[in-house]
């Protein structure tokens, strides 16, 4: 085959994906822009009903809905689930931003504001702008990338500072430490940037901080 046409086919290619972007983007801008304060819920797509950190968030997502916010989380099972059942369940906004995987990412039935994406980067843009807190549960590497790109983002200050509350102290005591041990001692990070996350347990001391914190 020849090498031009798979070079100009390539630069076809990407053009018309730069379309895709922008509609992506559209879409979820016009759909968002008037739900109000919320809050972007992460956690493991892997956990069940039956799991302490699964009714944890689903009570913290109730709590929030009766303070007047909206709750947006990824859309698929687990954590994802239960904050968008904890929503739906006291009759608020429930919105699922799902995404397009080969495997595990399949919609909740509880957000009712769904949005589907193909690019990772536009999603996280639309938890990020929407969202006056992040709630971040207990879950694997999905749920770091998004922690880790808020926090750089407020570091940054690229965003106004919100509130980062990583729940359930007992899984994140390693990774705090952690933090506080190697990077804090290396001179990667400041107390100032580990001040950015805050440590919680209590659903309700939750919600009264983001309230405390933020103007609604």
Not at 10 to 20: D, E, G, V
Not at 46 to 57: I, K
Not at 148 to 153: I, K, R
Not at 173 to 192: A, H, Y
Request: glycine share 10%; with cysteine.
């Amino acid at each position: 085959m020849d090498k031009q046409f798979l070079i100009d086919n390539f630069n076809t290619h990407n053009s018309w994906r730069l379309f895709k972007i922008i509609g992506e983007f559209v879409e979820g801008i016009e759909t968002l822009q008037d739900i109000g304060p919320a809050i972007s819920v992460f956690g493991s797509a892997r956990l069940t009903p039956e799991s302490p950190n699964y009714q944890t968030a689903v009570d913290i997502s109730e709590r929030f809905v009766k303070e007047g916010f909206a709750v947006i989380t990824g859309g698929g099972g687990g954590i994802m689930e239960a904050a968008n059942r904890g929503a739906a369940n006291a009759g608020g906004t429930s919105v699922g931003l799902n995404i397009k995987l080969p495997m595990e990412q399949i919609p909740n039935n509880y957000a009712n504001m769904k949005l589907e994406f193909k690019y990772f980067f536009i999603r996280k843009f639309m938890f990020v702008k929407y969202a006056m807190a992040y709630i971040i549960l207990p879950g694997g590497f999905g749920t770091l990338d998004e922690l880790f790109e808020s926090v750089t983002l407020i570091q940054t200050q690229r965003i106004k500072p919100l509130p980062v509350i990583l729940v359930n102290s007992g899984y994140w005591k390693g990774l705090i430490d952690w933090v506080k041990d190697q990077m804090m001692s290396n001179g990667c990070v400041g107390k100032r940037d580990l001040d950015i996350l805050q440590v919680m347990d209590d659903p309700e001391e939750i919600v009264r901080y983001v309230k405390k914190v933020v103007i609604i």
